[in-house]
């Protein structure tokens, strides 16, 4: 490629990125994301989160591999490295025993542990229904969560986290419906491309809740990051 003038900006030529030595269900070379960040405080459950293809779309902090790659995200204590796929969907996660004794627990406990860094990490899409086509690849993108607002103006501001089922790119989509206020239908819609860390720090810092507070690290990213795709529609 770099004889005809073009270099490939993806994971799988980062400084960051970490062959793991494994193959997605597509039969593409997956591994870690090592991009610093609070890794060391990073929940089980969202390990699976660092995992991500050699073909995942570059992020902002992107390096050229140019010498050794940056060291394996530390695991958690007794736990395997999880493969890619134990991201599952909704429907499967609700027919594990796994899970269904995980809610039991939980239950028994006599209240609820708040936060998604908490719980396993579940597609809320279907096996169709809720995908988006991937901005990398010819794959699908599932939503991981996501919260609706009502902003002071009256319009309808959605935050949510995506994450490809193909090459593993995650993206966070911030989503705005003014048609509650304007006499026609008009909705905004930004992309951004975030690294495994970031997802792992905003599952982690938003949990379960949409107050003021939580949203703060939303708000940083997306004023500060530039967008990979931004439109504007509108209709009667």
């Not at 494994?22 to 990073?42: A, H, I, M, Y």
Request: charge should be positive; include cysteine; glycine fraction near 8%.
């Amino acid at each position: 490629m770099r004889a005809h003038g073009y270099a490939l900006r993806a994971c799988a030529t980062c400084q960051h990125w970490r062959p793991g030595g494994e193959l997605n269900d597509d039969r593409l070379p997956t591994g870690q994301c090592g991009w610093s960040g609070d890794v060391e405080k990073t929940p089980p459950a969202l390990i699976p989160l660092t995992t991500q293809s050699g073909l995942a779309l570059d992020c902002v902090y992107w390096r050229e591999a140019t010498g050794p790659r940056s060291p394996a995200l530390p695991k958690a204590v007794g736990e395997t490295l999880p493969r890619a796929a134990v991201v599952r969907k909704q429907e499967e996660a609700a027919s594990s025993t796994t899970w269904k004794r995980f809610k039991q627990r939980l239950k028994r406990s006599g209240k609820k542990e708040k936060g998604a860094a908490r719980e396993p990490v579940v597609e809320q899409s279907g096996a169709g229904a809720g995908t988006e086509p991937c901005l990398a690849c010819q794959g699908r993108m599932a939503n991981l969560w996501s919260r609706s607002v009502r902003t002071q103006e009256g319009d309808v501001e959605t935050h949510s986290i995506w994450r490809c089922r193909r090459c593993h790119t995650l993206y966070l989509n911030h989503w705005v419906d003014r048609w509650g206020r304007l006499d026609r239908l008009e909705t905004e819609e930004s992309i951004y491309r975030i690294a495994p860390v970031e997802a792992v720090a905003l599952l982690a810092a938003i949990g379960g809740d949409a107050d003021e507070s939580r949203k703060a690290p939303l708000m940083r990213l997306i004023s500060t990051r530039p967008p990979l795709s931004h439109q504007v529609k509108q209709g009667r």
